[in-house]
């Protein structure tokens, strides 16, 4: 299929420098009447009214480049006609179901099963947000192995509900907050390029996945046996960090020696973002429980779910509930967002793309000082901004400077990372090369730009 067409022509197009008059109007009612812990339009100040693909337009007529997506939501564009349309069609015929069975939902749930290796044969829908899938994991982790202790990784972000903050590593996010849930325990991941040990790729053995090993083994580690280690195979929120190829197989090797659950959360990576339809794929495992969510409901209408492998499916009726389990028009819409996937091979389209822009970001990093590192698989990428490339020193305010930078010349981008250093890429995925060749010039005026004022 070609993406073009999906959207609006003509992007990057920047009529009046954002804010423009409209959009400022829109801000300041929010920040008047709004709470203060709004976050978004303080590092991206517009009001926007429609989106298209991998485009999105402002009130005053501005049309950006999207390589934010929603936060990794909307990786079969904006506005999919597909998608729409059958959401529409859901609309006038059930929208609300609790868990009471209903057509959308069974063709959800064999959609879900089809593309899932065979093993992880149970889904459970929760509460709507990724962080509620987060939490349901959990629970039945614990439910299973009658143990509390939880094993998180550095550089984790699972979720802002108690649970799930518990095991996001992120201290701004909780230190107003503490304590959460108890024996929650974090282990280095394998984040190459800032090592925990020290080491080079080249010469180490995974000493971060044998620290897993050494704090399981030793009794005087303090860390009392865990009922699952939560791990994400491709770090989103920590920097878009893809660990070397041994490191996810080898945790789940770990966990499987000391009967520890594995899950991984897809919340994120899932759903073609990485190159395959789940990240976990990359690294020839098979999880026990999986989160999904994000793309999961089509057009961005909340939904999540765990799967997991049907042995742990113990848990007796009403042990996890919610009034929103599930949703009807999510499971229409998303559904048709899945075929939309298979259909066009977005997996490869996006492994294919992602490599290309990686080149690009490659030629970034080797031409500019202030990047550290260019990173990432698929459409999950990241440029880690540095003072300079031998102190490594974190630079939270250059990568600021370049989101602004290109947010004024047409172009959508988050920040994340550990120091909030990390220009982070996350288009829909129906990003066409035209688009991510411009969004990509964009980046790197944005970077020279940064770089020369220092
Ligand atoms: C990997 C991962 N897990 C969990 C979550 C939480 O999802 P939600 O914000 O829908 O609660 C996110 C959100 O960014 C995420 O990236």
Request: aromatic residues 8%; hydrophobic residues 40%; proline residues 6%.
């Amino acid at each position: 299929m070609n993406f073009r067409n999906l959207s609006f022509s003509g992007a990057p197009l920047i009529k009046t420098v954002p804010p423009g008059p409209k959009s400022k109007e829109y801000l300041d009612y929010q920040f008047a009447h709004e709470g203060s812990a709004v976050s978004y339009p303080r590092g991206m100040p517009m009001a926007i009214s429609q989106a298209k693909g991998a485009t999105v337009k402002d009130v005053d007529g501005n049309i950006y480049i999207d390589f934010f997506g929603g936060a990794g939501v909307m990786n079969v564009g904006h506005s999919n006609p597909e998608v729409i349309e059958a959401a529409s069609r859901q609309l006038g015929e059930l929208t609300h179901s609790l868990d009471i069975p209903n057509p959308a939902r069974k063709v959800m749930v064999d959609t879900l099963l089809s593309l899932l290796p065979g093993a992880l044969n149970k889904i459970f829908f929760g509460g709507p947000t990724g962080s509620d899938a987060v939490e349901a994991a959990v629970k039945l982790a614990k439910y299973n192995k009658g143990r509390y202790p939880m094993i998180a990784f550095e550089g984790s972000y699972h979720g802002m509900s108690a649970g799930a903050l518990s095991l996001s590593s992120g201290l701004s996010f909780k230190e107003d907050f503490l304590p959460l849930i108890p024996e929650v325990h974090f282990v280095p991941y394998a984040y190459c390029y800032r090592c925990a040990f020290g080491r080079k790729p080249e010469t180490c053995d995974l000493d971060c996945a044998q620290y897993l090993d050494h704090i399981l083994e030793d009794p005087h580690s303090g860390v009392g046996k865990p009922a699952a280690v939560i791990i994400e195979a491709i770090q989103g929120e920590g920097g878009s960090i893809v660990p070397p190829d041994p490191f996810v197989s080898r945790i789940k090797e770990i966990c499987n020696r000391y009967d520890i659950l594995m899950i991984v959360d897809e919340i994120q990576a899932g759903f073609c973002r990485t190159g395959k339809m789940f990240a976990f794929e990359h690294f020839g495992v098979i999880p026990d429980i999986i989160t999904l969510s994000k793309a999961l409901g089509g057009a961005g209408f909340p939904i999540s779910c765990i799967a997991y492998r049907d042995n742990l499916d113990t848990w007796p009726e009403g042990k996890h509930i919610g009034t929103f389990r599930g949703n009807v028009l999510a499971y229409a819409a998303g559904r048709v967002a899945l075929n939309f996937m298979i259909k066009n091979n977005l997996a490869e389209h996006t492994l294919t793309l992602g490599n290309l822009m990686l080149s690009w970001l490659k030629e970034i990093e080797r031409d500019s000082n202030i990047v550290g590192e260019a990173r990432g698989k698929g459409l999950m990428l990241g440029i880690e901004l540095v003072r300079d490339k031998v102190s490594k020193e974190p630079a939270p305010e250059l990568a600021r400077k370049v989101r602004t930078f290109c947010h004024r010349h047409g172009l959508l981008i988050e920040i994340g990372g550990h120091y909030s250093n990390v220009a982070r890429f996350l288009p829909p995925l129906v990003l066409t090369e035209e688009l991510a060749k411009k969004g990509t010039e964009i980046f790197a005026d944005a970077v020279k730009n940064v770089e020369k004022s220092l």
